[in-house]
């Protein structure tokens, strides 16, 4: 897909048919999520890939009233790993690291034609239970994955003049 049509199209989706995931699709995400940049190329964030309907009943249990989770055939479960970055402040790095990854992940899922939703409202703890977590990997996002059941409409953005401050 042309960039600027992906740009166009992708959208948070939070209506899923139940239609399961095939691996390859999975693997197309998480090829794109390899090649993302990182500081130091540190590459300091690890994916959890979450499937099966009783685990993402579970991930979507975690999450504050977010049961359409359920929905989804997959999620991801992107983490920081901090301890991969030998920077000073490695959380800052790392937090860094994995949203950029999570980004590439829900455009390629776009790209594939896969419906996707990052979603930041979770109970740490729990979604570190359903997912039993490795030592050092803390979760950042959940981004579902799924064919979609809805259309969501564009949501309103700001103008760029007013984001963009120029400095000449
Ligand atoms: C850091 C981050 C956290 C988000 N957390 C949630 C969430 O917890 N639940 C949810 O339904 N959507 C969540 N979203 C999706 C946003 O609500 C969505 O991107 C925004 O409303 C714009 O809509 P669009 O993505 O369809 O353009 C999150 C998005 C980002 C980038």
Redesign the pocket.
Known sequence: MEFSELLRVR??V?RYQSTPLGEEQIAQVLAAVRTAPTAGNFQAYEIYVVRGPERMKALAAASFN?GWIAEAPAALVICTNAARCQYDNPGYWALQDASIAATLAHLAATNLGLAS?????FVPEKLAEVIAVEPGHVPM?ILTLGLANEA?PE?PRREVSEFAHPRE
């Open positions: 959208r948070s939070r977010h939703c990052w979603v930041g409202a996002a969501p949501s």
